[in-house]
């Protein structure tokens, strides 16, 4: 029996673009929610999830870093997938007939040149695939959808146009997540990365208290992100990733000094350094 991976959005989805890159021998499982995702592999409906975390254009997706923590799973991989949008339309379509381009608001915005170029309508959908979809079901030669490559053959669109947004190098960053942890070294040491989350005492000048300690021990923190706990003004977390593995002797001192100023620490996942960062 095939493993599954949950994602948010319809098949075609970048989503599923990156469940396909993440975990290639495991049935993608759509859900309505990111929340429905991670209750699949809660529930045992699904072995792993896969959750966009940000974006190399329009930075962090809504609502995932508050999930992360109350989601009970862990990161055990991140994968980034290059946003590629392309003009989808029925098959004999022309690039001339093409008069509105259906798509999520945030690909619209990213599609702006192109579009106003060709003078074609953006009208908003609530998701890319669902869009593309939804083109194929009217197979109106006039209407198409901006969307994935994978959403075209999917719902057996022609590609008039590939790489049609603004900008070449917007990249979003997935985290694939599980019911347990796993420790293990799956890269070299520099390789590896820890992600926690932690809340500081209320103590003047706890926050540089609290990370002075990755400073004096050369641990490299890459993602430190701060929220609103419960909608109080007054309690603050903190998301944050580092370079190393739990037991490495550097990250291992940077973590008991980070527990005197905190009164929560709680690590999230270990997993190895996506190869795309080397490359930037």
Same mark, same amino acid.
């Given at each position: 029996?095939?493993?599954?991976?949950?994602?948010?959005?319809?098949?075609?989805?970048?989503?599923?673009?990156?469940?396909?890159?993440?975990?290639?021998?495991? *049935?993608? /499982?759509?859900?309505?929610?990111?929340?429905?995702? =991670?209750? %699949?592999?809660?529930? &045992?409906? #699904?072995?792993? !999830? $896969?959750?966009?975390?940000?974006?190399?254009?329009?930075?962090?997706?809504?609502?995932?870093?508050?999930?992360?923590?109350?989601?009970?799973?862990?990161?055990?991989?991140?994968?980034?997938?290059?946003?590629?949008?392309?003009?989808?339309?029925?098959?004999?379509?022309?690039?001339?007939?093409?008069?509105?381009?259906?798509?999520?608001?945030?690909?619209?915005?990213?599609?702006? *040149?192109? /579009?106003?170029?060709?003078?074609?309508?953006?009208? =908003?959908? %609530?998701?890319?695939? &669902?869009? #593309?979809?939804? !083109? $194929?079901?009217?197979?109106?030669?006039?209407?198409?959808?901006?969307?994935?490559?994978?959403?075209?053959?999917?719902?057996?669109?022609?590609?008039?146009?590939?790489?049609?947004?603004?900008?070449?190098?917007?990249?979003?960053?997935?985290?694939?997540?599980?019911?347990?942890?796993?420790?293990?070294?799956?890269?070299?040491?520099?390789?590896?990365?820890?992600?926690?989350?932690?809340?500081?005492?209320?103590?003047?000048?706890?926050?540089?208290? =609290?990370?002075?300690?990755?400073?004096?021990?050369?641990?490299?923190?890459?993602?430190?992100?701060?929220?609103?706990?419960?909608?109080?003004?007054?309690?603050?977390?903190?998301?944050?990733?580092?370079?190393?593995?739990?037991?490495?002797?550097?990250?291992?001192?940077?973590?008991?000094?980070?527990?005197?100023?905190?009164?929560?620490?709680?690590?999230?996942?270990?997993?190895?350094?996506?190869?795309?960062?080397?490359?930037?």
């Amino acid at each position: 029996m095939l493993s599954k991976i949950a994602f948010q959005g319809e098949l075609g989805a970048y989503s599923h673009q990156a469940c396909r890159k993440a975990r290639p021998d495991c *049935e993608p /499982l759509p859900c309505e929610t990111f929340t429905e995702a =991670a209750h %699949a592999v809660r529930s &045992g409906e #699904a072995d792993f !999830v $896969a959750l966009p975390v940000e974006n190399s254009i329009y930075g962090r997706v809504a609502d995932i870093h508050k999930l992360l923590p109350e989601s009970g799973l862990f990161i055990v991989d991140e994968t980034l997938i290059r946003i590629q949008i392309n003009l989808l339309a029925p098959p004999g379509s022309r690039l001339s007939d093409i008069e509105s381009a259906l798509s999520h608001t945030v690909l619209l915005g990213q599609c702006q *040149e192109f /579009l106003k170029q060709h003078k074609i309508r953006p009208s =908003a959908w %609530a998701d890319t695939a &669902g869009a #593309a979809k939804h !083109v $194929a079901k009217l197979q109106d030669s006039s209407t198409a959808a901006l969307a994935s490559e994978l959403a075209g053959k999917i719902y057996g669109l022609e590609t008039l146009v590939e790489g049609v947004e603004d900008l070449k190098f917007s990249r979003t960053r997935f985290f694939v997540m599980t019911r347990e942890i796993d420790y293990r070294r799956r890269a070299t040491e520099d390789g590896m990365i820890t992600a926690f989350m932690f809340q500081v005492r209320n103590l003047p000048a706890a926050l540089f208290k =609290a990370l002075g300690g990755f400073a004096t021990n050369h641990v490299n923190m890459i993602k430190l992100e701060s929220y609103m706990l419960d909608g109080s003004f007054n309690a603050t977390q903190f998301f944050a990733e580092v370079e190393g593995h739990p037991d490495d002797r550097p990250v291992e001192l940077a973590m008991e000094e980070l527990s005197f100023f905190t009164s929560e620490v709680r690590i999230l996942g270990v997993y190895p350094s996506a190869p795309e960062r080397q490359k930037d």
